[in-house]
């Protein structure tokens, strides 16, 4: 099973525009060798470390794009689990160097890796040209793979795979990925949300600025999706979700959560737990803010097939 994300980014001022649909296909290419805990990569129109640290899976800090900073750090913190009947868990697995693998087994005839825990590949979908960094891990009886896929045009796309059964019963992975935006530096970042329905505000047809932290959910009714904008340059990247994240329910009932950055929040690992979510700190406004982290929340659902 795989779930993502897809993130735009884009270079002109606030609009509603429509975007054609990216092939998800997984290839597997020429790897590029990777070792150690951390490290740096550039790759055509991007620029970036990377790391693995805080049990919060790869991450990527400092991100560049055409020489221009778009993001200062994004992570997966964790994943909840639940499964159907409380059969299992509920679980907050995290992802740390530890668990990571040179290669993972999906059964007697199928491996997967490329002989070091991070694993580096460009290949090519279409005329699209994409760079792709992830890690094999193992938790109990999960085989995961979380990456991160970045493309020649633009688009950075957080991705999850997983495999395996920790009880016999239907259940939902939720992934968490952390991202603080910082769209050409820190400062004066904003955040919208676009509604097709929704009346002019004053930013166009559809846009509602927010001016205090908030939990919001999907809505594909309304083709609802978030732009983070550095106010005096008007760049900003889309996030849009995926054809196959899934929805809110009782267990996860957040899909995305604008946040101010506070530095004791932001520098430590996952601090909830396996049945906590994060809440509302503050109704503090930032019209203008010193970065801006944005967590977003899938579902990966796994059905138990029986033999008939």
């Given amino acids: 099973m795989k779930t993502s994300l897809m993130i735009r980014l884009m270079q002109h001022v606030l609009a509603a525009r429509r975007f054609a649909v990216v092939l998800l296909v997984f290839l597997f290419a020429g790897s590029l060798p990777v070792s150690g805990h951390s490290g740096h990569t550039d790759w055509g129109p991007w620029s970036f470390d990377w790391e693995v640290k805080d049990g919060a899976g790869i991450a990527i800090r400092n991100v560049y794009y055409k020489h221009e900073l778009v993001i200062y750090k994004a992570n997966m913190p964790v994943i909840r689990v639940r499964y159907d009947g409380n059969a299992s868990g509920p679980w907050a697995d995290r992802i740390d160097w530890g668990n990571l693998q040179n ?30 960094i992830g ?71 559809g846009w509602h600025k927010y001016t205090q932290e908030l939990n919001a959910v999907k809505n594909p009714l309304t083709n609802r999706r978030w732009y983070v904008r550095d106010n005096p340059t008007g760049h900003g990247v889309w996030i849009i979700p995926g054809p196959n994240d899934g929805f809110a329910d009782l267990f996860s009932t957040k899909d995305v959560a604008p946040r101010l950055y506070h530095y004791p929040d932001e520098g430590v690992p996952w ?19 010193p970065g801006l982290p944005l967590r977003y929340n899938v579902e990966l659902r796994h059905t138990l097939r029986l033999p008939v």
């Avoid at 997967?112 to 090519?124: E, L, N, R």
């Avoid at 601090?271 to 803010?289: C, E, V, W």
């Fill in 135 to 205: 890690v094999y891990a193992t938790l109990g009886s999960y085989r995961l793979y979380p990456a991160w896929q970045l493309s020649e045009d633009g688009y950075i796309m957080p991705r999850l795979w997983s495999a395996g059964l920790q009880a016999p019963a239907n259940h939902v992975h939720h992934p968490y990925w952390r991202i603080d935006f910082d769209v050409n530096g820190a400062a004066s970042d904003q955040v919208f949300v676009y509604d097709s329905i929704r009346p002019n505000e004053g930013w166009g047809p």
């Fill in 271 to 289: 601090p909830f737990s396996r049945t906590y979510l994060m809440q509302r700190r503050t109704t503090a406004a930032y019209g203008i803010t």
């Fill in 103 to 132: 290669y993972v087994s999906l059964c007697t005839s199928l491996t997967y890796g490329c002989g070091t825990k991070v694993c580096q590949k460009s290949y090519w979908i279409g005329s699209r040209h994409w760079l792709e």
